[in-house]
């Protein structure tokens, strides 16, 4: 394995890295190897992919059924809506 070495951090970003490894229950070390891990193999972006889809079946389970507007159909009312507003008119025929 490889060795990195980092200079010159700001103390409170170290104290920080302290912090989360006490929180997590390992050394600042395992930590930044957790951090570098995450940001670049994604571990952590999967981890929100996986929330997410299960956070979008829940909403299509409390919505089923229910009757939706299709956005063309509101975008088509909002244009002769702001339409009339511009003629000073009540309805555009």
């Known amino acids: 394995m490889a060795t990195l070495t ?3 951090l700001d103390p409170d ?3 920080r890295l302290r912090v989360r490894a ?3 229950g390992r050394s600042a070390e395992a930590e930044h190897r957790a951090i570098l891990r995450a940001a670049l193999v994604g571990e952590g972006a999967a981890l929100g992919r996986k929330e ?3 956070r979008l079946a829940a909403f299509r389970a409390r919505t089923a ?3 939706a507007v299709k956005a063309v159909n ?3 009312e909002s ?3 702001r339409l009339c507003e511009l003629l ?3 309805d555009v025929t």
């Open 6 to 8: 980092v200079r010159d």
């Open 13 to 15: 970003l170290v104290r």
């Open 22 to 24: 006490a929180e997590h």
């Open 52 to 54: 997410a889809a299960e």
């Open 65 to 67: 059924g229910r009757d």
């Open 74 to 76: 509101l975008l088509d």
């Open 79 to 81: 244009r002769a809506q």
């Open 88 to 90: 000073g008119r009540d």
